[in-house]
């Protein structure tokens, strides 16, 4: 799971935040700093609170192309059919876990692959549902 997470989630999440970086006014930044804002307090002050939804958004992401990413796990993890901690040896992973289903002769087994396939839809479903809820903006009319 952390190589997974070394090589997958984190160059979308860079590649995500650059990008809403990018989308903040100069007009802002240009401003802050007219008025002799340090490059830290720009940061923390402007920029950030600004992206952090785009910011959220691409963790989102990752997280999400992480729990469906078969095709790396099928080299790196070797699958262990038990729960294991240690990084030198097999990890499970319910994508494997899918697709050793999926290709098997029993119907049965079908089902429980696309019982599988459900349950990671349901769980970045749930996850995204969660996130939006938290960090949702209070509009308020006045």
């Known amino acids: 799971m952390l190589y997974e997470v070394i090589t997958i989630a984190i160059p979308v999440i860079i590649k995500t935040s650059e990008s809403v970086f990018r989308l903040v006014p100069r007009e802002l930044k240009e401003a802050a700093a007219a008025l002799g804002a340090p490059r830290w307090k720009l940061f923390?002050?402007?920029i950030l609170p600004i992206s952090k939804t785009g910011i959220i958004?691409?963790?989102?992401?990752?997280i999400a192309r992480i729990s469906g990413e078969t095709a790396p796990l099928l080299f790196t993890s070797l699958n262990n059919q038990?729960?294991?901690?240690n990084m030198d040896h097999p990890i499970a992973s319910l994508p494997i876990v899918i697709f050793q289903y999926a290709m098997s002769p029993y119907t049965d087994w079908h089902d429980l692959a696309w019982a599988g396939a459900?349950?990671?839809?349901?769980?970045?479903?749930?996850?995204?549902?969660?996130?939006?809820?938290?960090?949702r903006k209070k509009i308020i009319l006045n």
């Open 118 to 135: 459900l349950l990671l839809t349901v769980f970045v479903l749930t996850l995204n549902i969660i996130v939006r809820v938290i960090f």
């Open 44 to 46: 923390f002050r402007i």
């Open 57 to 62: 958004t691409g963790i989102i992401l990752s």
């Open 82 to 85: 038990f729960l294991s901690w």
